[in-house]
């Protein structure tokens, strides 16, 4: 079974900071997401990551895949409360209809 | 409305009852999941349909079951609900060739 370790598990911080969110397995994918998920909802894809050492930007959020494809990091400046949810990263190790593997998610609080 | 609906969004149901969770998708998506998210778990796989009338199961089937007559509809069942499926239970699809998955709201089931 491929894992995949987020951390933290929660991050509270105030407006302003900047903060990284990790992504970590011991196998290989093909590609790996991130998503947002706010309470209620389900979760909406952020970005996909599909080459090793891929830098994807979205506003204040900067995406990085490691040059391995085992890890990922999420980025953000600036951190907005707007920015407060579960993120969570998912990794698809084939290309067919298989489903993703999740990890646990980040809590992120951003305090005004 | 297009996109991909779940019902209902609440259900509670007592221990050894059948239960069933509707998904719907307007878009003809080849592939549609079923996952369950609990605290301490993150998102896991239940079954998986690559097309109408092909399911496969995930990480966590046993209990489960799911049918796919047609592309639209994937109905999730518990055959005979136990309090460890108390769950939210969240659906979603995919097209072929597309990265992205599309989650419905989720449905949050308790088994009393």
């Known amino acids: 079974t491929q894992l995949l370790e987020q951390s933290p598990q929660f991050l509270s911080i105030q407006e302003g900071e900047n903060l990284t969110v990790y992504c970590n397995s011991s196998s290989v994918f093909s590609s790996l997401q991130w998503y947002r998920q706010e309470p209620g909802e389900g979760p909406v894809l952020l970005v996909t990551v599909v080459t090793g050492g891929e830098v994807k930007k979205l506003k204040r959020l900067t995406f990085q895949f490691g040059d391995a494809r085992k890890d990922s990091s999420l980025h953000i400046t600036a951190a907005q409360p707007g920015d407060t949810g579960l993120y969570l990263c998912?990794?698809?190790?084939?290309?067919?209809?298989?489903?993703?593997?999740f990890g646990k998610g980040t809590h992120l609080i951003i305090q005004p | 409305d297009a996109g991909i609906t779940q019902s209902p969004r609440y259900k509670i149901t007592e221990t050894g009852r059948q239960v069933t969770l509707m998904c719907h998708q307007t878009w003809s998506h080849s592939y549609m999941f079923w996952y369950r998210q609990d605290l301490g778990h993150g998102l896991r796989l239940i079954y998986y349909?690559?097309?109408?009338?092909?399911?496969d199961k995930g990480e966590v089937p046993d209990g489960y079951v799911v049918s796919r007559s047609k592309t639209e509809n994937f109905p999730l069942t518990l055959e005979s609900a136990t309090r460890s499926q108390t769950s939210v239970y969240f659906c979603a699809s995919r097209d072929r060739g597309n990265t992205e998955a599309f989650f419905g709201q989720g449905t949050r089931l308790t088994v009393v």
């Open positions: 349909s690559a097309a109408a009338d092909i399911t």
């Open positions: 998912a990794g698809r190790s084939g290309g067919g209809a298989d489903g993703l593997t």
